[in-house]
């Protein structure tokens, strides 16, 4: 099973700070990885997938990287309706698996 | 408009069974893998089980492994997961969840709301 690793697991910032979250696999996934954003009582969204595609209407400010094992979601200043948590999934091997989450709260 | 209303979550004794549902409406479903992903209280997300858009290939997560199964009728736009053997720790909320396109898996795009499953005596 690929383990994914999220840091930190509480991100405290200020709105128009930047944001970078990090989620690190325990083997390669080559670039099958997704973000998505929760907040408190709603599903998830979908933010990004495969590594680097923002999915429809997900805002610039929202970007993802890595391949391999090392990723990074990076959100370029913060709005107030950004303040949530983050998971990271890979869909590279069986199970399918999620990070554990970071939680990204005002400052 | 685009949504996944999942249905037939409740209290169910240890042991038991329970029957979950997922009608699609506003969206693609034949064409799209299904999955059902589930969140304990407090928890994060676990991914359970997957199904691709004819029903050829289904997987499991080892923790229902032997005790759910996934099953979809496309003429329905149905999504469905039969849970038998219930044990306290399957205690969550159940989404059903589509696959963004019609690669098997893919990241999950459209989530419904959930149905909760509660296994306690």
């Known amino acids: 099973e690929i383990v994914l690793t999220q840091s930190p697991a509480t991100l405290s910032l200020s709105p128009g700070e930047r944001a970078t979250l990090s989620c690190r696999a325990s083997q390669s996934v080559s670039r099958y990885l997704a973000w998505y954003q929760q907040k408190p009582g709603q599903t998830p969204r979908l933010l990004i997938h495969?590594?680097?595609n923002r999915a429809t209407g997900i805002p610039a400010r929202f970007s993802g990287s890595g391949s391999g094992t090392d990723f990074t979601l990076t959100i370029s200043s913060l709005e107030p309706e950004d303040f949530a948590v983050y998971y990271c999934q890979q869909r590279s091997n069986w199970p399918l698996t999620f990070g554990g989450g970071t939680k990204v709260e005002i400052k | 408009e685009v949504q996944l209303v999942e249905s037939g979550g409740g209290l169910v004794k240890p042991g038991g069974s329970l029957r979950l549902s997922c009608v699609a409406s506003g969206l693609t479903f034949s064409s799209n893998g299904m999955n059902w992903v589930r969140q304990a209280p407090g928890k994060g997300l676990e991914w359970v089980s997957s199904?691709?858009?004819?029903?050829?290939?289904?997987r499991y997560a080892d923790s229902v492994k032997g005790r759910f199964i996934i099953s979809r009728d496309n003429a329905k736009n149905s999504l469905y997961l039969q849970m038998n053997s219930l044990r306290a720790e399957d205690t969550a909320v159940y989404s059903c969840v589509r696959d963004l396109t019609s690669s098997w898996p893919d990241a999950f795009d459209i989530w419904g709301q959930g149905t909760m499953v509660t296994v306690s005596s």
């Open positions: 495969d590594a680097s």
């Open positions: 199904i691709s858009s004819g029903s050829s290939y289904i």
